[in-house]
Nanobody
């Protein structure tokens, strides 16, 4: 079955950095577009970044553009999100996401907190 396992979250001060990972299995990772979404307490999930299967074409929401970088290692079935210059408003649970028709899948999420 499809499995997505996020890791790398934690508590950092504003301006700090974190690198999130998503270990994927149960589907053809190398031919699948992937994305990251986040959900702050009491709010709906927000799409923040996506990457095409080949790892070249990338998309970012304006809220993270210039600060976050999405990447992938298809040989290791792993998705990454490098997060720099973190702000308090980045605090959320971060999920990796894949569409395997007809369903979309999320992992269990990893908590990111940017606070002093």
């Amino acid at each position: 079955e499809v499995q997505l396992v996020e890791s790398g979250g934690g508590l950092v001060q504003p301006g700090g950095s974190l690198r999130l990972s998503c270990a994927a299995s149960g589907f053809s990772f190398g031919s699948s577009d992937m994305s990251w979404v986040r959900q702050a307490p009491g709010e709906d999930p927000d799409w923040i970044s996506a990457i095409r299967s080949g790892g070249v074409v990338k998309f970012y929401d304006n809220s993270v553009k210039g600060r976050f970088a999405i990447s992938r290692d298809n040989a290791k079935n792993t998705l990454f999100l490098q997060m720099n210059n973190l702000k308090p408003e980045d605090t959320a649970v971060y999920y990796c996401n894949v569409l395997v028709v007809p369903h979309a899948y999320w992992g269990q999420g990893t908590q990111v907190t940017a606070s002093s």
